[in-house]
């Protein structure tokens, strides 16, 4: 008699093993494998199959001939920008971020904008009635004839609606509360979503339906469920920003058909959210000069944003001094003080540091790191610095200022919000008229400047 086949899978991680185990090894979770069913078993084989099954031999690249994409527009600056153009026929877009920060909102909103464009499309909801939805249209004004509504969990019933009509675009709200008959697992487990997913985008494809799917996250701030979800789809988008602050972001993190650099940034108001026309001035604050501020320009994909940097420096009470930081990488703060102890005998092992990027923003390329270096001296020595100076530089660990990339453009940014003066690591090969540039190359030169 054949041996019966047993697996477990974590419904925290998605990792499988032939044993129970009581903590994962993949994600650290306690009593989260459960025994998959035969049936879960063959189901999952046939995803594995039909995601890794060629039925085509190897030919040259020099001989394949390329994709025609057809894309149409959101109705939306942004999130055409993130998406590298508008919505690919055909597509799998992964919505992700956390609760109450606008991805529903958005999504009803797009979808308003395609009906009233002509375009007939689903948007299925397994966690609001039609009625709610209903309210919530009203108010974004996306309520067009041409917008259709359904509230329901079975994945079966969902295909079905989509056989019975024509529809261009289907919306997801949200992928954890749906289930499939085939699996016994409830929903929300990976095996659900797994299999859910591939069902969709299968969908999809033959049916060149463009998709998208809003996807829970975890405490960690990762999608819930497996990263399997992120390989199937075509497309991976991230909400970033605080509820209670007007200015979201929305970044790719993955894109098959454009890039994944750009950002887009939207203002929440009350008719819902809206591309930001004007953020030139949401990161900044003009006004009277206070020590700890100073302003910088960071690149947001093809897009030159000028922030302000904040500094606090105060006497420690502890042993330990305090360091924290918002929208800042803190070792790299960590960094920062220890090179201005090195280099410049400044005491910070009894001071506590405290850093903070305006307006919500998280800062991802050192560019900042001299603007961070005179916030963080001009508290220290109580000393403010000009509104009309602007700092660009990355600081190496042996105190030099190196070169910032796209340097003529944000100097170009720079002084279309009227700063006067900029402190960079290099002169400019082209002279921007109406901003002088100083050229400071090492920690050392920054302090006697100021």
């Known amino acids: 008699m054949a041996k019966k086949k047993v697996l477990f899978e974590c419904q925290a991680c998605g990792m499988q093993s032939g044993k129970w185990m009581g903590k994962c090894p993949n994600c650290g979770a306690w009593d989260e ?3 998959l069913s035969t049936q879960q078993i063959e189901v999952l084989k046939e995803i594995n199959t039909s995601l890794g099954s060629t039925q085509n031999g190897a030919i040259s690249i020099t001989a394949v001939s390329e994709d025609k994409l057809s894309r149409f527009s959101s109705g939306d600056s942004e999130l055409d920008l993130v998406l590298g153009g508008g919505i690919v026929n055909g597509s799998l877009t992964l919505i992700g971020g956390s609760p109450g920060v606008g991805k529903s909102t958005l999504l009803l909103k797009i979808a308003g904008n395609l009906a009233r464009d002509g375009k007939r499309v689903l948007y299925v909801s397994g966690e609001e009635s039609a009625g709610q939805i209903k309210l919530r249209s009203d108010r974004l004004g996306s309520s067009y004839e041409n917008l259709y509504l359904l509230s329901e969990i079975r994945l079966d019933a969902i295909l079905a609606e989509l056989s019975k009509n024509s529809y261009e675009t289907l919306i997801i709200d949200s992928i954890q509360t749906l289930y499939s008959d085939k699996l016994t697992a409830a929903p929300g487990s990976v095996s659900q979503v797994r299999e859910i997913t591939f069902e969709l985008m299968r969908w999809g494809k033959e049916h060149n339906l463009a998709i998208f799917i809003i996807g829970h996250i975890t405490k960690e701030g990762s999608i819930a469920g497996p990263r399997i979800l992120e390989h199937m789809v075509d497309t991976v988008l991230y909400f970033e920003g605080d509820s209670s602050r007007e200015l979201r972001l929305l970044r ?15 203002e929440m108001r009350h008719d819902g959210l809206n591309s930001a026309k004007d953020i030139s001035n949401k990161f900044f604050t003009r006004g009277n000069p206070q020590a700890g501020s100073a302003t910088t320009v960071i690149m947001e994909g093809s897009r030159p944003i000028v922030i302000e940097v904040q500094a606090l420096v105060s006497e420690s009470s502890y ?16 960094m920062l003080l220890a090179l201005l102890e090195r280099k410049l005998d400044l005491p910070f092992n009894q001071y506590d540091v405290f850093i903070n990027i305006t307006g919500g923003i998280k800062i991802t390329e050192t560019s900042a790191d001299l603007a961070i270096i ?12 000009s509104k009309d100076t602007i700092f660009m530089g990355e600081v190496s660990l042996i105190g030099d200022i190196r070169d910032v990339f796209n340097l003529d453009q944000r100097l170009k940014e720079a002084k279309s919000q009227k700063f006067s003066k900029a402190l960079v690591p290099s002169l400019p090969q082209q002279q921007t008229e109406g901003i002088k540039c100083y050229k400071v190359e090492e920690v050392s030169k920054l302090i006697e400047w100021m």
């Open 374 to 385: 005179a916030a963080i001296i001009s508290s220290f020595r109580n000393r403010p610095i």
């Open 319 to 334: 042993s330990n001094p305090k360091r924290s930081s918002t929208g800042y990488e803190l070792n790299r703060l960590t």
């Open 252 to 266: 790719g993190f993955k894109n098959r058909f454009g890039s994944t650099s750009e950002v887009g940034i939207f």
């Open 33 to 35: 494998f459960v025994e």
